[in-house]
């Protein structure tokens, strides 16, 4: 029960009604991120001009994007065991004044290896940021809401992805590439001061959340267990292997935990495709499509249109109709996005017919996004989740390291992007194979 205080009118005591202010939190969360992905991901936009400049085959274009997950990988388990020890307050902020930094500082390289340097940069701070947020929504949102929460957080990649293409574009082409990154760099400033000003570590340290709100996330986390026990799904719990899951109370059962092993694997491959994606699908318009640099700008934010509103979606769906279930979206993530791949390589040469077909590619990949994220959260404690998902995290992005160098190789091999789509969907295809080991944790 909230907290009460005394009226003064008739000195009874009245029930005080929880603050909101979590969705304030989620909103700095959400814009951070937005800012964080369209930093690593404008590049995309740039490589066709980036590759006439300084003559790079479609490898090592590939490896321009790469390299930011290099850095990104690096950073993640330390970040993960700061932020249990220390909080996120700090080192949110630091991550995306320096993430903005190299952003800025990539519009000012002379050659591709010394974009590759500060792509490594832009990585190594780019990592800290979401073992922070993921953590601040495990802090800050009762178990029910946590899917949702996620959803709308990880749903800020695919509006990035939307409106990066062609204001990317329209900057490239009025004030050359360089200028995309500066201008980019920008809004990193203001987050920044964001984060450090309205985001706390947990709620208790927030002026701004009233004691109801307080015990609103606290104790709601623990009445719903027995709700969400209680309540079956019959055969699909039987094929998600649901079951009650001890919390993985230390570091070690953290480490030795097949469950934070194998999503981490799942994610490893679900990761390939939408990396590989948000690189060369830019190219693939121009150069296989024939697109100019204007259209292409506005077709390849289709995927991430559909890819918000199905991130948003998942999450909605993961925690009011499946109870807390984050397999059965994650398994929609890993088979639909494989069969997508393949209507990608027949598609016609009909812009009205490719544009929906990115569309529903970017929907089915990302109904089950923000439930890669939130699985962990389900069998971890506030103090080993941060630790759990820089795990998920770190191979997650070695996962986009590799995966723009590979598709680059298909595309200098194979000379077609039939190829590519051909890896993206075997990496759909694994992702689900994978998955189908873990436990579906039902005890939260």
Do not use: H
Not at 98 to 113: E, K, M, N, V
Not at 239 to 261: C, D, E, F
Not at 291 to 319: C, E, Q, T
């Amino acid at each position: 029960m909230a907290r009460t205080e005394m009226s003064k009118s008739t000195s009874l005591p009245v029930e005080q009604k929880p603050s909101q202010y979590r969705w304030v939190v989620l909103g700095v969360m959400w814009l951070s991120y937005m800012m964080c992905f369209a930093d690593r991901g404008n590049i995309g936009m740039v490589l066709p001009m980036l590759r006439t400049e300084f003559s790079l085959s479609n490898t090592e274009a590939g490896a321009l994007m790469s390299f930011m997950f290099l850095g990104y990988s690096l950073s993640q388990i330390p970040a993960g065991f700061y932020i249990s020890k220390y909080g996120t307050r700090g080192l949110v902020s630091l991550s995306i004044l320096g993430f903005s930094a190299f952003t800025a500082l990539i519009g000012t390289s002379a050659s591709a290896g010394i974009i590759k340097w500060f792509r490594i940069g832009l990585g190594l701070f780019e990592g800290l940021f979401p073992v922070g947020a993921t953590s601040t929504i495990k802090n800050w949102f009762p178990a029910r809401e946590r899917g949702f929460a996620t959803g709308i957080y990880m749903a800020a990649t695919n509006i990035a992805a939307m409106i990066t293409p062609p204001i990317a574009v329209w900057i490239m082409v009025t004030y050359g590439w360089r200028w995309v990154f500066y201008i980019f760099a920008l809004p990193g400033l203001i987050t920044a001061a964001l984060w450090y000003w309205l985001v706390r570590t947990r709620p208790e340290e927030s002026k701004s959340c009233n004691a109801a709100e307080v015990e609103y996330i606290n104790d709601q986390s623990v009445a719903t267990v027995k709700k969400t026990e209680q309540k079956s799904f019959g055969l699909l719990d039987t094929l998600i292997r649901a079951k009650t899951v001890p919390p993985l109370q230390t570091t070690a059962k953290v480490l030795t935990s097949w469950n934070i092993w194998g999503i981490t694997l799942s994610y490893f491959f679900a990761v390939a495709v939408y990396y590989g994606m948000v690189t060369w699908i830019p190219s693939y318009l121009v150069n296989a499509k024939g697109f100019s640099l204007m259209k292409m700008g506005w077709v390849s934010a289709a995927p991430w249109v559909g890819g918000s509103l199905g991130a948003i979606l998942g999450g909605w769906i993961s925690d009011k109709i499946l109870a807390k279930r984050r397999k059965p979206t994650m398994w929609v993530t890993g088979l639909a996005t494989a069969g997508m791949m393949f209507v990608l390589i027949n598609v016609p040469q009909d812009v009205t017919i490719l544009t929906i077909a990115l569309f529903m590619s970017g929907f089915l990949m990302n109904i089950g996004w923000g439930t890669f994220t939130a699985y962990p959260m389900g069998l971890t404690t506030n103090t080993t989740y941060p630790i759990s998902i820089s795990i998920l995290n770190t191979g997650g992005n070695i996962a986009g390291f590799a995966s723009p160098i590979i598709a680059g190789y298909l595309l200098d091999t194979y000379k077609t992007y039939d190829a590519v789509f051909m890896f993206f969907a075997a990496c759909g295809i694994i992702c689900w194979l994978i998955n189908c080991t873990i436990d579906e944790p039902i005890n939260y």
